[in-house]
Structures are given as C-alpha cells and as structure tokens.
T-cell receptor, first 118, second 113 residues
C-alpha cells in the first residue's frame, strides 16, 4: 500500500512568486493534516481536513496560504506570494479515524516538501 | 509557549549505550506519541501511550508517562548507528477548542560508532 506522498520534494522560488505543494494521503484516510517546520524549530500545525472539509485551520499563518482538498482526496497548499519566512519543510500527514473530526491515533507522514524562498 | 518540549535538544552517545529523551507538556492530553525523523525524510511513528498508561514497550523502546508531572521519557536501549535521527514527542490534546497533535522542537540524537 502506498504511503503519503508529497510533491515536489524541494522547491526553490523567489520572493513574491507562487508555489503549490501537493499531498496524496493514504487511500481511505479521511483525515489530512499539514504541518510546517521552519529552521529547526518545532513542527507546527497548519490545518486539518476531514474529507473535503476544513476541520481546523487555526495554524495557517496568514491569508497568503490557501489549502484545498477538493473531492476529499489529495490536497494542495498554495503560498501566494511567497515571503522569505515561508521557507521550511512542509509535511503532510493522514490518518484513518472512525469518529469524524477526531484524531486519537498515529499520523502517517509524507517525506515533506522543502520550500526555499530567496 | 509550546505544548511539547523535548530535552535535551541534542544528545550524542556511543553505540551500545542507552539514550534517554524527555518531553514536557502543559495541558491535559488524550495520548502522547513519539516520532522519529531521519535526515531529509518524513516522520515515522514510533509509539503511542495513552493518558491512562504509565509505561509502554516496543522492541528497544521504552516510553513512560507521568501525567501528574506532565512529562514523558523515551528510552532507547542498546543504541545503534541507525538510531541517529531527530526524535519528537507529540501530544494529542484539545487546544483552543480543537483536537490536534502538537509537536515539540525535537531532540537530535547522534550515535557514534
């Protein structure tokens, strides 16, 4: 069974440009999460989808970040326009949970998308 | 302030020795999980301990949880070079009205051959 896959693995862009990161969760997993790790700091929660609905987007830094999960399958995270402080590794994770909106188990992570903004 | 904070931030030991990492948190939790990240790779789930459990084992891993002190420890026995990685604790808790998994900064573990 395929794990969580993320694309691209590394993206280098200039300040002001747009980048779209993609995450394909494990098939059948309703929960999809985006996390970010900046410069060796803690891994910070960005948002949580349950199927196609945003369950919690309290961690999104600002309105330059837009996450979508149309159809409840893969998800995209767009940064527009990118700023220097957006550099970091963006992790996607998924989990299967039988209680809507609740995560009480382990998350399965992708290998991350490293974003470098110059 | 962070929900989960690992201690130490970095640890370097000789192969064969035991490695102990600690994690402290602030709020009540449903469970606490430990993850490992090898350089440039994704996070891999190691072990989950529920709030009503005090100790859990998995192979060479031993996790303890003290909810009265809001702390957990991860012990890796008989360390190997392949254990070199960053280790993160993550607390499953209700934060600002939503349930989420909150990670700390991690402990960078280096096993010297």
């Amino acid at each position: 069974e395929a794990g969580v896959t993320q694309f691209p693995s590394h993206s280098v862009i200039e300040k002001g440009q747009t980048v779209t990161l993609r995450c394909d969760p494990i098939s059948g997993h309703d929960n999809l999460y985006w996390y970010r790790r900046v410069m060796g700091k803690e891994i910070k929660f960005l948002l949580h989808f349950v199927k196609e609905s945003k369950q919690d987007e309290s961690g999104m830094p600002n309105n330059r970040f837009l996450a979508e999960r149309t159809g409840g399958t893969y998800s995209t995270l767009k940064v527009q326009p990118a700023e220097l402080e957006d550099s970091g590794v963006y992790f996607c994770a998924s989990s299967q949970d039988f209680r809507r909106g609740r995560n009480t188990g382990e998350l399965f992570f992708g290998e991350g998308s490293r974003l470098t903004v110059l | 302030s962070q929900q989960g904070e690992e201690d130490p931030q970095a640890l370097s030991i000789q192969e064969g020795e035991n490695a102990t990492m600690n994690c402290s948190y602030k709020t009540s939790i449903n469970n606490l999980q430990w993850y490992r990240q090898n350089s440039g790779r994704g996070l891999v789930h190691l072990i989950l301990i529920r709030s009503n459990e005090r100790e859990k084992h998995s192979g060479r891993l031993r996790v303890t949880l003290d909810t009265s002190k809001k702390s957990s420890s991860l012990l890796i026995t008989a360390s190997r070079a392949a254990d070199t990685a960053s280790y993160f604790c993550a607390t499953d808790a209700w934060i600002q009205g939503a349930q989420k998994l909150v990670f700390g900064q991690g402990t960078r573990l280096t096993i010297n051959p």
